[in-house]
């Protein structure tokens, strides 16, 4: 028995050493267990072949009896186009690149791979992408085009996600392409970024290929939005979307170095004067959908599109759908014609805490992202 250990020892010395495991930097952020999720397949790639066939016939019906949005225009975009102005064999697109100015759990490292839809069946008139989204200027894309494109995102930008803005009167198309896009080899979340003006049936057709739901909910009174959204029907509509959402993904979870993976990541938007509606908004998101919401409480508003433009001046005419009448020299919109005070925002912030949430988008002070 000595003779073999002496043996064996002579052997391992002779070998060579063993090599180490690769380093793989990670910073763990505190994030709870219970939202890490360091392993996650998108929901996309989990579909069956026979799901997957149903999505994409159900994409072709909406197209031709289009219920995607509250609107129900009902018309067959294949010969004709509703409120939207889109067709049915491609979207609009503005804008396809990285993008850094989304929030830092969504743009990671090396961004997040966004997609700016042209045009939007809302009308918002303090909307800081007008340019984009009450026009439609862009490109045709067909699905298997934005299939394509999602790759290259994937591939050459290394982004994080492929981030879907202002999609909710093109989810047939994208839809398909990102059923094509699986086929292709794509591997990365999908985001679903809305103003939560989305039919139950478009949410529908979306459950199984979104990961990530990125809703606004902008007013509380539909008088309000009627006057700034042009949707008098907007809050009853956002409420059932977001419940919808929240139903589908949940909470927001993150890998442990702090990139969002799944779950829904509520935004609100404080505006001048409006911060009573905003603290409605975060009762009820407390109450009616989760304490454990994971929230951005917005404070960068800033006047643009329509607010703060003169007034046409029409004789004998109310010039604007909701009943002002023009004036010389008089702005449109003007209780809203400025920046958000601090303690407006503060005040939603201080609601948000005061009904329960406590999972808040905000800066962190050593650095990092925003959980």
């Known amino acids: 028995m000595a003779t073999l250990t002496r043996s064996l020892r002579h052997l391992t010395k002779l070998l060579p050493p063993p090599t180490p495991a690769p380093y793989t930097p990670k910073r763990h952020l505190g994030i709870p267990p219970a939202y890490l999720l360091d392993d996650y397949i998108p929901r996309y790639q989990l579909l069956t072949s026979i799901e997957a066939s149903k999505k994409r016939s159900l994409a072709y019906a909406h197209l031709q009896n289009c219920n995607l949005c509250p609107r129900l225009c009902g018309v067959n975009r294949y010969h004709e186009t509703g409120t939207c102005m889109i067709g049915a064999e491609t979207a609009k697109v503005n804008v396809i690149a990285p993008h850094r100015g989304e929030e830092p759990c969504i743009q990671g490292y090396h961004g997040s791979g966004a997609v700016f839809f042209s045009g939007c069946n809302m009308r918002c008139v303090f909307c800081q992408n007008h340019d984009i989204s009450h026009t439609l200027a862009g490109h045709d894309l067909t699905p298997s085009d934005l299939a394509t494109w999602y790759l290259q995102l994937q591939n050459l930008g290394s ?35 809305t103003s939560s003006f989305d039919s139950l049936d478009s949410l529908h057709l979306m459950d199984g290929l979104v990961d990530i739901y990125l809703p606004d909910f902008k007013v509380w009174h539909a008088s309000t939005a009627k006057r ?11 409420k059932e979307s977001i419940k919808a959402m929240w139903a589908q993904v949940g909470d927001l979870c993150f890998t442990s170095d702090g990139i969002a993976q799944k779950g829904v990541l509520l935004r609100h938007l404080v505006m001048p004067g409006l911060e009573e509606e905003g603290k409605e908004i975060m ?11 994971y929230v951005h409480v917005m404070e960068q508003y800033r006047p643009d599109a329509y607010v703060g433009r003169k007034k046409r001046r029409v004789e004998g005419k109310e010039g604007e759908a909701d009943g002002e009448r023009e004036g010389k020299g008089e702005v449109r919109y003007k209780e809203i014609n400025r920046a958000v005070r601090e303690e407006e925002w503060g005040s939603v912030r201080e609601a948000a805490v005061e009904a329960g949430l406590w999972r808040f988008c905000e800066v962190n002070e050593k650095g990092g992202f925003h959980l």
């Open 159 to 193: 982004v994080h996600n492929i981030n879907l803005i202002t999609p909710e009167h093109v989810v047939p198309q994208v839809a398909l392409s990102i059923l094509e896009a699986r086929d292709m080899g794509l591997k990365i979340p999908i985001i679903y970024n």
């Open 228 to 238: 700034l959204l042009k949707a008098e029907e907007y809050v009853e509509t956002a």
């Open 283 to 293: 009762r009820w998101l407390s109450r009616e959908v989760s304490r454990d919401l």
